[in-house]
């Protein structure tokens, strides 16, 4: 049969998707031991008993300084950044992408507005932001507002201009105003594509977080990981890799089930 | 005096004049159907009596008033594709008829007023033939059922006049029978003025009580788009089946075969 013909069976189609990660961990597993037998004292490619040490000592041994469970504490300061940058960013661009995208006279203004702000590169105006808004927790959230907001506002503009002119039409000779027929006709299917433009963004989003937190911050798990660099502690910086890794999929998992449950025509309508 | 009068309208797209000096009277609870060529300015009428867009010259007049610019609840309409809301429930799509005008804030009703509406619009599902599809969403429907929900939503508000655009194009024949049917039974019951763009010149003869073809009068083999279309025919239907058959032998065959 030909190669292009083939497919996985069901137990394969496992295996196939965890083969790669078992040969990446058999080789780093692998290079780390040979590389600490030649030398014991080597930073580079910890063993794992060594990295859960390093966690086990970040997550659950107090800091002799502050007193905190720093792994915890890291990611509950990155994770309030995190949400709360993404949940300003996903209010706002809501608003401007139905006003830009429903309203002729208001996409007017906007929709150029927005076309330009969502080219200005968001990390060249963080020393903007570090001199409007300080150094601490204001300034990284805005940066997180203000990287994802236009391109978000910018996705659901289109989207609202994509929802046929005779959907509009029928609601209004079903006697919408302009206000109800936002609130019933445009607002449900732009609220659904809200969380599918979200799960794009959260690769941005925690890009924003953690470029400031390195920059400027005493807490998160983007600034410990710069931190611990000086110190050459890959036992801590991979787990930390892996930890937001798994709260980034985290994330994405649960906007996909809470868009599959709250809007259920949006993905074929099975109930 | 007429329900609906149309006094010399014009319309154009830029260049090409789609309409000229059209009139046109109907009285209440006419059924008429609207053919014609592609491009003859059947639709584009539509769209004007429906408000969604505006005569170059002219006026359109309902009960002697100017006819709202815009589209409202004096007009229910169908549309050949996304005649219906597809966030919505069958159920849904036609309570939202009922809570569109009278919840000017919300859009929406709430406890015993939902229930009541609910119970409306199930009462419209039923009527239509969609009792038993009140919880599905519009994708999981065929495409005659949509067309069937669209028609008890554009009723359920009660419009004084019901606009049709070529609302059964997509479907096949032996559900667009069903229609038919359907239609002609709800226009009994309701006695509405219905306005009907068809393709397809049976259909048109078999539904309408007034059969208004679309044609341009002038034609400038240089400049096809000089000239308008008016109405240039107006055969009464349906008084006995018969006159039906002697009208499609009056039309000269370039009328017949353009508009199949």
Sequence with gaps: ?271 | MSFIQVRNVWHNYGDNLVLEGLNLSVSEGEFCTLVGASGCGKSTFLRLLLGQERPDKGELLLEGQPLAAEPDASRGVVFQRYSVFPHLTVLDNVTIGLELPNAPFTGRFFGARKREAREAAEQMLKRVGLGHALGKYPSQLSGGMQQRLAIAQALIVRPRMLLLDEPFGALDPGIRKDMHELLLELWRETQLTVFMVTHDLSEGFHLGTRLLVFDKVRIDPHAPQAYGARITYDIPLNQGRTSAAEAIASLPPHVVAKAK
């Design chain 1, 1 to 271: 049969m030909r190669f292009i013909n083939r497919r996985p069976s069901r137990g394969g189609r496992w295996l196939l998707a965890l083969l790669p990660l078992i040969v990446l961990l058999l080789v780093y597993t692998v290079a780390s031991a040979v590389r600490l037998t030649e030398n014991a004292e080597d930073k580079l490619l910890p063993s794992a008993t060594q990295m859960i040490d390093a966690i086990k000592h970040m997550a659950f041994t107090e800091d002799a300084r502050s007193g905190d469970y720093l792994f915890w504490s890291d990611t509950l300061a990155s994770l309030t950044r995190l949400l709360l940058g993404m949940g300003i960013a996903a209010l706002v661009g809501l608003f401007l992408g139905i006003a830009s995208g429903a309203f002729p006279l208001l996409g007017g203004s906007l929709s150029p507005l927005l076309a330009v702000a969502s080219m200005v590169p968001p990390l060249a105006i963080l020393p903007i932001l570090f001199i409007v808004f300080g150094l601490d927790e204001l300034s990284k959230v805005m940066l997180i507002v203000i990287g994802i907001t236009p391109v978000l506002a910018r996705d659901l503009e289109q989207r609202a201009r994509e929802i046929p002119a005779e959907v509009l039409v029928k609601g209004q000779t079903l006697g919408g105003n302009s206000w109800t027929l936002v609130l019933r006709v445009v607002l449900p299917p732009l609220f659904s594509r809200l969380l599918t433009s979200l799960r794009l963004m959260l690769g941005a989003a925690w890009l924003f977080l953690i470029s400031a937190e390195a920059i400027s911050a005493t807490s998160g798990l983007g600034y410990r990981i710069f931190l611990v660099r000086r110190y050459m502690s890959m036992d801590i910086i991979l787990p930390y890799v892996v930890w937001i890794t798994l709260l980034a999929w985290a994330m994405d998992y649960a906007l996909n089930f809470v868009n599959r449950k709250g809007f259920p025509w949006s993905v074929g309508g099975q109930q």
